[in-house]
């Protein structure tokens, strides 16, 4: 089962996207920092793809810029907000809907998948 980490600390975004994804059957894994990025990954959780709510505490951590550089991200952005990042595979500007985040993970799980 494909494991996405879904690190948002609007918790709206990030549970409407986690239930999406659980119901077609992705291990789909809410955070709402970086301290909790690192807990799952030390307890082995590595995740296929990655979606980032750009906000400067969770976004400029090291560690998750790192995840970052490794792992498809999906951005979620603010028009009024800038940081700096590695690049990553799509940027979605709010207002998004959760439809449009939960079509591109997937898309990008079935890229991931070995032929």
């Known amino acids: 089962m494909p494991v996405v980490f879904i690190i948002a600390p609007d918790w709206t975004l990030r549970t409407a996207v986690r239930a999406e994804l659980r119901e077609i059957g992705v291990k789909a894994l809410g955070m709402e920092s970086a301290d909790e990025v690192g807990r ?38 603010s028009r009024t907000e800038t940081l700096s990042l590695p690049p990553v595979t799509t940027v979605f500007y709010r207002p998004v809907r959760i439809g449009e985040i939960v079509a591109r993970v997937r898309e990008l799980l079935q890229q991931s998948r070995p032929a």
Do not use: R, W, Y
Request: aromatic share 0%.
């Open 40 to 77: 799952a990954l030390a307890d082995g959780e590595m995740p296929s793809v990655i979606v980032l709510e750009a906000v400067s505490p969770i976004a400029s951590s090291p560690a998750v810029q790192k995840l970052i550089e490794q792992v498809p991200t999906v951005l979620i952005a």
